[in-house]
């Protein structure tokens, strides 16, 4: 959006090194100026397949007015699980963090997780959660900040997991499943609230063409879960996503 708030500017082209975008487009931004647009790719005149897929990042330190010309995010080469997203977030400390499905070997679909502690000049990163598929399972993740901590949340084998990033660190303990039999679940969506309650959001049946149902469970500050869950059949249309939002008065909102 132009200054004055009244349209927006021409679209730029961000992606100069890659082509085949698939899934996996996001953007993150601080309260300085820094914006970090993520994508995965195959690179241009590079091999193909999915285990060759590389994760690109441009950024600016102007607010999006300028960005620098992307580069490769991480220096390993884990493949990209080609429909999968990506999710990137910055929290308040100024680091940036971009979880992936990879596709090592084509079958190796494990969930990757990057860390920048550098404002996006470095990442390091880390295997969190272990998958053998060889197919894509349409994956997407989610990212929110609360009382100090971060926590992020993915799909695997059809169940939701969750967990708290330690600070400064990209390794992660075992995941929390969400409660309750896994079901087809996927599409987490995650929000905390002004009294430390976390809000997990999924659906369970969704695919190709294929809406289903919407689930979700309220945990208190020690992340235990609590009465308020619920499931509504049908709620996720073809294509649709659930969103979890926290309200100033203490209260969830779920977009769907």
């Known amino acids: 959006m132009n200054d004055d708030g009244t349209a927006f500017e021409p679209q730029r082209n961000l992606m100069n090194l890659g082509e085949f975008l698939d899934g996996g487009g996001t953007v993150t931004a601080d309260q300085e100026g ?26 600016s330190t102007d607010d999006g007015k300028t960005f620098s010309k992307e580069k490769a995010a991480f220096d390993k ?8 997203g990506m999710h990137a977030f910055t929290d308040k400390k100024g680091n940036t963090y971009l979880i992936y499905r990879a596709a090592t070997k084509g079958t190796n679909r494990d969930m990757w997780l990057l860390r920048s502690g550098d404002r996006g000049k470095s990442f390091q990163g880390s295997m969190i959660h272990p998958w053998s598929i060889d197919s894509c399972p349409m994956s997407s993740q989610a990212f929110a900040e609360g009382d100090s901590r971060v926590y992020t949340a993915w799909d695997t084998k059809g169940q939701i997991y969750f967990n708290i990033i330690p600070a400064g660190k990209r390794t992660l303990s075992d995941p929390s499943p969400a409660p309750g039999k896994a079901n087809g679940r996927k599409h ?4 905390i609230n002004n009294k430390g309650e976390l809000l997990l959001v999924w659906t369970e049946g969704t695919g190709w063409q294929r809406g289903g149902a ?8 020690l992340l235990r879960p609590i009465s308020e869950r619920g499931r509504v059949a049908d709620a996720i249309p073809v294509w649709g996503l659930p969103s979890a939002v926290a309200n100033g008065d203490g209260t969830f909102t779920i977009f769907y």
């Open 77 to 84: 080469v884990t493949g990209v699980c080609g429909c999968c």
């Open 34 to 59: 820094n914006v970090t647009i993520a994508w995965h790719a195959k690179k241009i005149d590079g091999p193909a397949g999915e285990d060759k897929r590389l994760v690109y990042i441009a950024q």
């Open 214 to 221: 919407l689930g979700w469970q309220v945990y208190d500050g």
């Open 188 to 191: 987490p969506s995650l929000a």
